[in-house]
């Protein structure tokens, strides 16, 4: 993704919604307009949020 980084921040609705469902990123599919980034949607941000999530349930488990 890094490689990529412009075309994963500025992804239309129909693919910010295919990815949000395909990979379940929850935070993509239950608040999108928090990604919203200029003309689309930053998925790199929903991505990275989730990562961050899921280590803290680790943690808080661990």
């Known amino acids: 993704?890094?490689?990529k980084k412009d075309y994963?921040?500025?992804l239309s609705?129909?693919?910010k919604d295919l990815v949000a469902v395909f990979l379940d990123i929850?935070?993509?599919?239950k608040?999108?307009?928090k990604y919203k980034h200029g003309g689309g949607y930053d998925m790199c941000t929903a991505i990275e949020?989730?990562?961050q999530d899921?280590?803290?349930r680790g943690r808080?488990?661990?």
């Open 54 to 56: 899921g280590k803290k």
């Open 49 to 51: 949020e989730m990562v």
């Open 13 to 15: 609705w129909e693919k």
């Open 60 to 62: 808080v488990k661990g």
């Open 26 to 29: 929850p935070p993509l599919r």
């Open 8 to 10: 994963y921040t500025s």
């Open 1 to 3: 993704m890094a490689d």
């Open 31 to 33: 608040q999108p307009e």
